[in-house]
């Protein structure tokens, strides 16, 4: 009998452990049956963020610096059959390079127009099927037109709009 006894104590069967696992069972159910886990006193609860460390770092660190954004040099337009396509929509005022590319089957040109002031700009001759021809403008702030000028061209399509400033 001695020897039962000193099992049943081995393997957690005592009045006191007992109790104490009937106790965290009930607990268990409960916190299941409700859908939470029921706070324990002396210990925070885990929700919101964790606390800052008190640690210091061993070394120092430059504060990082964002780079300032610059602005595009440059600006891609390709033209196919009664398409033109521009590499952005916006550039800051100043120099830059346009440079046109020619994807479609036929000839086209470029023209960019200040729609503010009327001026044209910038012309291009007619570029062939696969040629890529490049200039240096300056454009002021406002607004500007790229179309291509051949006949029909432009009313079918091979024109955009991009905004300086």
């Known amino acids: ?3 039962l006894a000193v099992a049943g104590f081995a393997l957690g069967a005592g009045p006191a452990v007992g109790a104490k696992h009937r106790k965290a069972r009930l607990i268990a159910t409960k916190a299941r049956a409700h859908g939470n886990v029921p706070q324990v006193k002396g210990r925070p609860p885990l929700v919101g ?3 800052a460390t008190t640690t210091t770092p061993t070394t120092t660190d430059p504060t990082p610096t964002t780079p300032t954004p610059t602005c595009p040099t440059a600006l891609g337009v390709t033209e196919d059959e009664y398409h033109t396509y521009l590499s952005r929509s916006a550039l800051c005022p100043g120099s830059l390079t346009v440079q046109l590319r020619n994807t479609g089957e036929d000839p086209h040109n470029l023209t960019i127009l200040n729609l503010g002031t009327g001026d ?6 007619d570029a062939g099927p696969g040629d890529v021809v490049s200039k ?3 454009l002021p702030a406002g607004t500007y037109r790229l179309f291509c000028t051949l006949p029909q061209h432009d009313e079918k399509g091979m024109h955009a709009v991009v905004t300086v400033g």
């Open 49 to 51: 963020t964790l606390p």
């Open 1 to 3: 009998m001695l020897l």
């Open 120 to 125: 044209t700009v910038a012309t291009w001759d």
């Open 136 to 138: 240096h403008v300056t």
